[in-house]
C-alpha cells in the first residue's frame, strides 16, 4: 500500500510529503542522543530549511517551531510537521489516490 501510495505521490510530483513523514517515523524510535542529533541534521536539511532538495510544504509557524526545537533534538522535535504534512497528505492527496489507477492496480 505504501509502496503504490508513494508512486502515486511521485507521479504527481509529491513524493517528498510521504518520505518525509517516514523519515519522522524512523527518527521517532533513535535511542542514541547522538544518532538523534545526526538524523535531525539530515531531516532539517533534506525537507524542512528553505531551498532543501525535498522541501515540504509547511507554514512559517511550523517551520519556526520545528527550529526551535531542534535546539536540543527529542523523540518529538518533527511532531507538528509531520502532523501537517500528514493531514495535507490526507485531505488532498489520498482521495486523489483512492480515484487513481494505481489505486485500482492496489485492490485487484
Given at each position: 500500500?505504501?509502496?503504490s501510495?508513494?508512486?502515486?505521490?511521485?507521479?504527481?510530483?509529491?513524493?517528498?510529503?510521504?518520505?518525509?513523514?517516514?523519515?519522522?517515523?524512523?527518527?521517532?524510535?533513535?535511542k542514541?542522543?547522538?544518532?538523534?542529533?545526526?538524523?535531525?541534521?539530515?531531516?532539517?536539511?533534506?525537507?524542512?530549511?528553505?531551498?532543501?532538495?525535498?522541501?515540504?510544504?509547511?507554514?512559517?509557524?511550523?517551520?519556526?517551531?520545528?527550529?526551535?526545537?531542534?535546539?536540543?533534538?527529542?523523540?518529538?522535535s518533527?511532531?507538528?510537521?509531520?502532523?501537517?504534512?500528514?493531514?495535507?497528505?490526507?485531505?488532498?492527496?489520498?482521495?486523489?489516490?483512492?480515484?487513481?489507477?494505481?489505486?485500482?492496480?492496489?485492490?485487484?
Amino acid at each position: 500500500g505504501l509502496a503504490s501510495f508513494r508512486s502515486f505521490l511521485r507521479s504527481e510530483f509529491s513524493e517528498e510529503n510521504a518520505e518525509f513523514w517516514v523519515a519522522c517515523e524512523d527518527y521517532k524510535k533513535t535511542k542514541s542522543p547522538v544518532k538523534m542529533a545526526e538524523k535531525a541534521k539530515k531531516i532539517y536539511e533534506e525537507f524542512i530549511q528553505t531551498e532543501a532538495p525535498k522541501e515540504v510544504n509547511i507554514d512559517h509557524f511550523t517551520k519556526a517551531v520545528t527550529m526551535k526545537n531542534l535546539v536540543e533534538p527529542s523523540p518529538s522535535s518533527f511532531d507538528l510537521a509531520q502532523k501537517r504534512i500528514f493531514a495535507l497528505m490526507e485531505k488532498d492527496s489520498l482521495p486523489r489516490f483512492v480515484r487513481s489507477e494505481f489505486y485500482q492496480e492496489l485492490i485487484k
